[in-house]
């Protein structure tokens, strides 16, 4: 009688858990027990930590899993360290027969599990991988060359076409044949220190967030019923609520892509011709969400370098302001003078997230008024936001940059007054973060001169757009 170690990672919930799954699968035709475990791995090679906004978000979710775990006859065990060592320690105090993990694509993720995939053959103890995040697995989506894909659209066209159908997803156990409490030593989740102290920024982020896989579903449900109809015209305006606030769910796979679409796809008939075409094209762009997601994966398993690379090599070159000046601080701060770029930050800096469109003109206005390089805004996101994605946040900001894959064109600057005005036009948006003000007498002039400072953009990209597009080879292609 051997044990099943289930290795959570991204992947924090019961239902739709592939390798849970088949963890308890084995256990029951082995008679054996299984053990869960989730382990905080900051010194593995290669291996980012979290930010701070994430931390928090981890910690709560842990806290919801560990208590539906100890509801079904489980147990979830907490280790910190290497996930090397940690994983080698724990099959050696449980016996374990066999380790099940659901797949990560990031390069240093992947060679660690490809390390310990090895370690658990060589000492008899079977390794099983699964797919569970991605609609598609990175490698099974190719050009007609047999090359990754570097445009969404083509790729998504690509993705919708597959003669794969996506799989049902899976029910949550009703039962974990978990080993006797105390039988494999656990850390304290309150050890870990993942809450901030001295001081707690954290209010805002508890009073705007429900963490844990019974929330996300919550919130899934009450967005196909209250607000998809909406989606296709109204996700563009932060003051309203129409888009889904699913990202921090997904990111920590709380919810996977095949329940979202699962979910979508019972939307009968009937509903869709009394939602008319607002709901039909609500479907089709929130499908399309999704699959930007897909495709930030599919560049980070091919271009795993995406958070400290340029994706288009010629802006390896490229002059970037000073970022001691002060200007990045004032960003990160919300004081650039800019309302919608001050409030987006301030929403950011309370409540961990930032509506999409507000992300883009924020984004746009470090990289291209004040010429900031897209790495310090991505290492920001990355702290503060509670949806920070190893793939979505960097394809995101080098899209921006015009350095990317699919990248907006280096002359798409966002004007955030503009877009206030086209976006934000009863300002409810910039007052809910920034208060009653007249952006006429008593707001604080701008940091930059937004015009000026575009032409001066445009000069200095346009150095770079002159010269012939130049990708750097996928890792995944590199003999």
Known sequence: MGTAIVWFRDDLRLADNPALNAAIEHATSTGGRVVLTYILDEESTGIRP????????????????????????????????????????LMRETDADAIFWNRRYGGAERALDAEIKSYAVAAGVAAHSFQANLLHEPWTIRTGAGNPYTVFTPFWKTCLSSPEPLRAPLDAPTELLGLEPGHV?????????????????????????????????????????ARLSRYATGRDFPGDNNTSELSPHLRFGEISPFQIFHEVGKISAAAMIAGGDDLIEGIRRFKAEVGWREFSYHLLFHWPDLATQNFDSRFDHFEWSDATDGRLERWQHGTTGVPLVDAGMRELWQTGYMHNRVRMVTASFLVKNLLLDWRSGEAWFWDTLVDADPANNAASWQWVAGCGADAAPYFRVFNPLLQAEKFDPDRRYRERYLGAYDADTDYPDPVIDLAGSRTAALAAFAGVSGRSKVVRPPVSLIP
Not at 53 to 82: E, I, M, N, P, Q
Not at 208 to 224: C, D, S
């Open 185 to 225: 030593a656990s850390d304290e989740l309150a050890d870990w220190r993942l809450l901030p102290t001295n001081p707690d920024w954290s209010i805002g982020l508890g009073l705007r967030w429900r963490t844990g896989e019974a929330a996300a579903h919550e919130k899934l449900a009450y967005f196909l019923d």
């Open 50 to 89: 979290l930010g701070g906004a994430t931390k928090w978000w981890l910690h709560h979710s842990l806290t919801s899993l560990a208590a539906r775990v100890t509801r079904l006859g489980g147990t979830l065990v907490l280790r910190r360290g290497s996930a090397f060592d940690q994983v080698r320690s």
